[in-house]
T-cell receptor
Framework: DTEVTQTPKHLVMGMTNKKSLKCEQHMGHRAMYWYKQKAKKPPELMFVYSYEKLSINESVPSRFSPECPNSSLLNLHLHALQPEDSALYLC???????????????FGPGTRLTVL | SQQGEEDPQALSIQEGENATMNCSYKTSINNLQWYRQNSGRGLVHLILIRSNEREKHSGRLRVTLDTSKKSSSLLITASRAADTASYFCAISNSGYALNFGKGTSLLVTP
């Protein structure tokens, strides 16, 4: 199974809502990533988890809260978002060579988030 | 972090023609990767070329890497309408982060 799944596909939320994005992979990858992508822009790295521990936080506002409950699952909890947070949120995974990964990344289809 | 810079930003060709897109970068790399993204969807990995490699092939794709010029090119031969997508180069040099370029938007018309 070389698939990364993400749910939901689309999400519309108000600025006071709390919601969560979910990502799952069963490739045995121990590095998992969240990216944010605005229209016609490249993906921007938000977070990296290595062996279920947060390894990189690219100065993301605290209204985004990642969680890695086990080696197959990655969540992104959203609270008090702003309209400018509307974007495509992509999850990815890769093999992890004990603290580093220079490997190809496998991406999910993304969650299209709209904040009203 | 460093980004790759692709050119052209947009490319329009007819089916059967070859498409070439280029990526330049500024510092040393571990490897350089190319990804494809269909409109509004996830990215698909195409090819990874390591810093000690000069050329790699995969089906109709050919990637070259010139570390002395800090540049890479992706050639798609005999393009098809299904190749219409955005293509990104991504620099890997710091352990996890992939630094994506701005992308080349390819349109292949029948």
């Amino acid at each position: 199974d070389t698939e990364v799944t993400q749910t939901p596909k689309h999400l519309v939320m108000g600025m006071t809502n709390k919601k969560s994005l979910k990502c799952e992979q069963h490739m045995g990858h121990r590095a998992m990533y969240w990216y944010k992508q605005k229209a016609k822009k490249p993906p921007e790295l938000m977070f990296v988890y290595s062996y279920e521990k947060l390894s990189i936080n690219e100065s993301v506002p605290s209204r985004f809260s990642p969680e890695c409950p086990n080696s197959s699952l990655l969540n992104l909890h959203l609270h008090a978002l702003q309209p400018e947070d509307s974007a495509l949120y992509l999850c990815a995974s890769s093999q992890d060579s004990g603290g580093k990964s220079y490997n190809e990344q496998f991406f999910g289809p993304g969650t299209r988030l709209t904040v009203l | 972090s460093q980004q790759g810079e692709e050119d052209p930003q947009a490319l329009s060709i007819q089916e059967g023609e070859n498409a070439t897109m280029n990526c330049s970068y500024k510092t040393s790399i571990n490897n350089l990767q190319w990804y494809r993204q269909n409109s509004g969807r996830g990215l698909v990995h195409l090819i990874l070329i390591r810093s000690n490699e000069r050329e790699k092939h995969s089906g109709r794709l050919r990637v070259t890497l010139d570390t002395s010029k800090k540049s890479s090119s992706l050639l798609i031969t005999a393009s098809r309408a299904a190749d219409t997508a955005s293509y990104f180069c991504a620099i890997s040099n710091s352990g996890y982060a992939l630094n994506f370029g701005k992308g080349t938007s390819l349109l292949v018309t029948p």
